[in-house]
């Protein structure tokens, strides 16, 4: 199956960056874009609620007007996240705006929804799902979405814990739709690597939380620079949902990251009045340990891309 044309873009790399919670905004998104990868963010970054549609407005504007300025650049188009479960009080508000301004690719998660995919088939764009097992990689597919996200283990944020190079043989011995995998890729080595084991895309969050353009603390993106996989917590307790987390920003919380209570699921709220709920726990991928510094996001995908050619020319020599 080939690749929906917005996938067929040119890309600086064969990237979405994921959409992370306060972090992504549009000075990310457009950064993300204009260096050649796939920016997103979430939809419930946007408080209050009225900001989504200049947010929309802005990212087409400022990519238009790059591309625009800058003839025979790579230009990426961009993504927004929907949290689809039910406690999301704005799903269908900003859904409205999403159609209106015709969001070339939607990504979904926390449960996979017909309506939603329809709404965003009605003007042609499409829906990436995200998924931690096969079981739930079927049920999307079976609801419309387009193509899947495979959140294996240590990805930053809401993450499974397979491996992901079991989670993408289970999808691809059925699917070969458009195919993304997320979990601790923070290296052009790993993009290749993603590419290897049978996904289209890698899907990269974490380090571009060390980037000028998150719209995050100081605090934060040094954290993410001073941390490696060893300092990557897996708990519910923050969202009901498992994540990861880094183990820092826990204990600056007075909690012990060695002894966090287990969270009830039916707490999950992603609605209105969650924008401050543990908003100092700070979420975070394993691969963190190949962040070195914060940098611009032009100059982070430049550094992913010069490591993806050297990884790539080096395998070819073993392979030779």
Known sequence: MSLPDVLRSPLTLPVVASPMFIASGPELVKAQCQAGVIGSFPALNARPAALLDDWLHDIRESNAKHAEANPGAVVAPFAVNQIVHKSNDRL???????????????????GARPEINDAVHSYGGI?????????FAHKAIEKGADGLIAVAAGAGGHAGTQSPLALLQEIRAWFDGPLLLSGAI?????????????ADFAYVGSAFLATHEANVVDGYKDMIVDSSAADIVYSNLFT??????LRGSIEAAGLDPVALPESDPSAMSFGTDDSKAWRDIWGSG??????????????????????FDAAKAELTAKLA
Do not use: F, W
């Open 92 to 110: 269908d508000a900003d859904m409205e705006l999403v159609v209106k301004h015709q969001v070339p690719i939607v990504i979904t998660s926390l």
């Open 286 to 307: 394993q691969g963190v340990g190949a962040v070195e510094g914060v940098v611009s996001a032009a100059d982070l995908v430049a550094r992913l891309r010069a490591e």
């Open 186 to 198: 923070a290296h052009g080595r790993s993009i290749l690597a993603a590419l290897a084991a049978g």
């Open 240 to 245: 009901g949902v498992h994540g990861n987390y």
């Open 127 to 135: 829906v990436l799902h995200d998924i931690i097992n096969d079981r």
